[in-house]
């Protein structure tokens, strides 16, 4: 099956940033997705197979960004000016839509978790 590995979670600082990397064994549309404690499983940002589209829920719009290097079958979210609210387990996902999607029930693999916390 197709496995995904990531890393780069951490603790930060409010205002602090890091960059989650996702390597996966094949080349895919990916998207980020992030759970915190007690709630539900949040969309947080996609990025078409091509690369040429991206799109992020309204909470992390100008503060993260999604990209890809298809050489490497490896997608990445840099998020700057982190908030506590930001905290939680992201996991990235692969998806055999091409655009990319919203909803994770369009994800058909799913990497391990990787927790981030932001200190106030």
């Known amino acids: 099956q197709v496995q995904l590995v990531e890393s780069g979670g951490g603790l930060v600082q409010a205002g602090g940033s890091l960059r989650l990397s996702c390597t996966a064994s094949g080349r895919y549309a990916m998207g980020w997705f992030r759970q915190a404690p007690g709630k539900e499983r949040e969309f947080v940002a996609a990025?078409?197979?091509?690369?040429?589209?991206?799109y992020y829920t309204d909470s992390v719009k100008g503060r993260f960004t999604i990209s890809r290097d298809n050489a490497k079958n490896t997608v990445y979210l840099q998020m700057n000016s982190l908030k506590p609210e930001d905290t939680a387990v992201y996991y990235c996902?692969?998806?055999?839509?091409?655009?990319?999607?919203?909803?994770?029930?369009?994800?058909?693999?799913w990497g391990q978790g990787t927790q981030v916390t932001v200190s106030s």
């Open positions: 990025i078409s197979w091509s690369g040429d589209n991206t």
């Open positions: 996902a692969a998806t055999l839509y091409r655009g990319g999607a919203f909803d994770s029930r369009y994800y058909n693999y």
